[in-house]
């Protein structure tokens, strides 16, 4: 590997750039990196904000039977943002010299920096841009949360941020708005956290004609793995494993997939957001990783529960049962879209100790279902049951026949 000394670090306040011999950058560092221009844009709500976020997925016709239920699960499975992304991915390099211990579709890429140590990275990014268009402050912190949520659930511990602010034209005020409370809300999350952005960059004038694109701050975390060995990935895997569901789930299902693929439908509020609770989940999921308390972890987000279960269920064939509470609605409780949540399956001599340590922490503890490796079927116990084979054909199947 090629490597080239390009400097060196000396006194003073001087950042100082030579091109062959000749001085051509002479500069205190503060002037690029603190002192740079500032713009005062005009900025305005946009005026029929609060119109759309009075229409809310309440309104829509729901699924009344467990087929109707079964019938809507495949058509999201199908539908292109959250159908399988493998046709893309495996166009390019993985594994990374051989390095890569997690990749695609696990819930974040690691690699391996030192094989002496084991020491890793992980990074995930993730958007909606439904959530930022009917509430960008809290939509950019979900984006944050969820990749966040994304490195802590394979054991990595999230240290620095970036970012990819990707609005239209910052000559309309309500662009404008947009841009400045997905900013906002980025840096509130940041300060929350703990986790600094280390850079990232912003992209105006995404629109056609007067149409801008939904405000969709693209949001990246990078955490740190001391054992890479110890990485928890995504996938049930050993029959008989109890499946655990961590975090709180509300009704929560505006601005969801649901409502935007079977409806065509976007209005109301994006899910509430609780940075705390984000933080005390993480605790849980690292520690989760560093004691080996879960054979498989994945984290819950776009199309709730549902998506979650047959992602995990399809990662490595084997499936499950699952109990949906008395008195919930299985409608609701597999579709919601709260945030902070994840999905585990554990061995059961580990459950204990995984109680514990969530109560510790704060963190909802619920056990849901079984995993059942060699059944070939996930089955929501008295609402459906759908073979892994029709699941797979739904969710595999939509980029290969869209692009290829």
């Not at 949520?149 to 404008?176: K, Q, W, Y």
């Not at 995993?371 to 797979?392: M, N, P, R, T, Y």
Request: proline letters at 6%.
């Amino acid at each position: 590997m090629l490597a080239t000394a390009i400097g060196e670090v000396t006194e003073g306040d001087r950042l100082v750039i030579s091109w062959h011999g000749q001085t051509v950058v002479d500069v205190p560092p503060a002037s690029l990196a603190d002192e740079g221009p500032v713009y005062h844009r005009p900025y305005e709500r946009p005026a029929d904000l609060s119109i759309r976020q009075a229409d809310p997925a309440s309104v829509l016709p729901r699924p009344a039977t467990g087929a109707e239920l079964r019938s809507t699960l495949l058509k999201l499975l199908a539908s292109p943002n959250l159908a399988d992304k493998t046709w893309i991915v495996e166009q390019y390099d993985s594994y990374v010299q051989g390095n890569s211990v997690l990749f695609q579709p696990e819930d974040a890429g690691m690699i391996r920096l030192d094989e002496e140590s084991n020491l890793g990275v992980a990074i995930a990014t993730d958007a909606n841009g439904r959530y930022c268009a009917m509430d960008p402050y809290v939509g950019a912190q979900l984006a944050y949360a969820e990749a966040y949520r994304n490195v802590t659930v394979t054991g990595a511990r999230p240290i620095a941020v970036s970012d990819c602010l990707n609005f239209g034209s910052p000559e309309d005020p309500a662009v404008m708005w947009q841009f400045s409370e997905a900013v906002r809300g980025i840096a509130d999350a940041c300060q929350q956290l703990g986790t600094p952005v280390t850079g990232g960059n912003v992209s105006f004038y995404n629109q056609t004609g007067q149409t801008a694109i939904h405000p969709t701050p693209v949001v990246g975390v990078l955490g740190l793995m001391d054992d890479v060995t110890k990485r928890t990935r995504m996938g049930f895997t050993a029959d008989g494993d109890r499946l655990v569901l961590l975090g709180t789930t509300r009704e929560e299902l505006d601005c969801s997939e649901w409502a935007w693929v079977v409806h065509q439908h976007l209005g109301g509020r994006p899910p509430a957001v609780d940075l705390a609770a984000e933080q005390a989940l993480g605790e849980v999921l690292i520690a989760v990783s560093d004691r080996g308390l879960a054979t498989s972890a994945h984290d819950l987000s776009e199309g709730g529960l549902a998506i979650a279960l047959v992602e995990s269920a399809l990662r490595h064939g084997a499936g499950a049962r699952v109990d949906v509470p008395a008195g919930v609605s299985p409608f609701g409780w597999l579709l919601s879209e709260s945030a902070h949540r994840a999905l585990l399956s554990v061995a059961p001599e580990q459950l204990d100790a995984l109680r514990t340590l969530a109560a510790t922490h704060g963190v909802p503890y619920a056990e849901i279902g079984t995993v059942e490796a060699d059944s070939g079927e996930l089955v929501i116990e008295h609402v459906f049951h759908v073979s892994l084979d029709e699941l797979a054909t739904a969710h595999r199947g939509t980029l290969p026949k869209l692009f290829g």
